[in-house]
């Protein structure tokens, strides 16, 4: 199982970044995928997940209504990609962000959840 994030960088608030998760070595059927951002000093603050299976997706409070996760249609395939298109961003949101996934038991809470594996972070610097 492997993940990789891209598409970080500097953006203006208000600005708009896509981040892409590559993913390798398991299929998304059953999978779900999580986005997870740091700051220094702070903790971990999970903020989207799609579970592909059923492809509903959820957000945190922060991000909702700005941030969508989106999942490439290839549950079958070994390589995806899952998004996260961020929109009308704020100093707030600088950040490391991380994407995870694990099989997670139903009904577990995919925001919260405790994922085995990571993707190494990519920087997002919302400032003017």
């Known amino acids: 199982v492997q993940l990789q994030a891209s598409g970080g960088g500097l953006v203006q608030p208000g600005g708009s970044l896509r981040l892409s998760c590559a993913t390798s070595g398991f299929t998304l059927n059953y999978w779900t995928i999580a986005w997870f951002r740091q700051v220094p000093g702070k903790e971990r603050e999970g903020i989207s997940c799609i579970n592909s299976g059923d492809a509903r997706s959820y957000y945190a409070d922060s991000v909702k209504d700005r941030f969508t996760i989106s999942a490439e249609n290839a549950r079958h395939n070994t390589e995806n990609t899952v998004y996260l298109q961020m929109n009308s961003l704020k100093p707030e949101d600088t950040a490391v962000y991380y994407c995870?996934?694990?099989?997670?038991?139903?009904?577990?809470?995919?925001?919260?959840?405790?994922?085995?594996?990571w993707g190494q972070g990519t920087l997002v610097t919302v400032s003017s």
């Open positions: 995870a996934t694990d099989l997670l038991p139903y009904g577990t809470n995919c925001i919260t959840y405790d994922y085995g594996y």
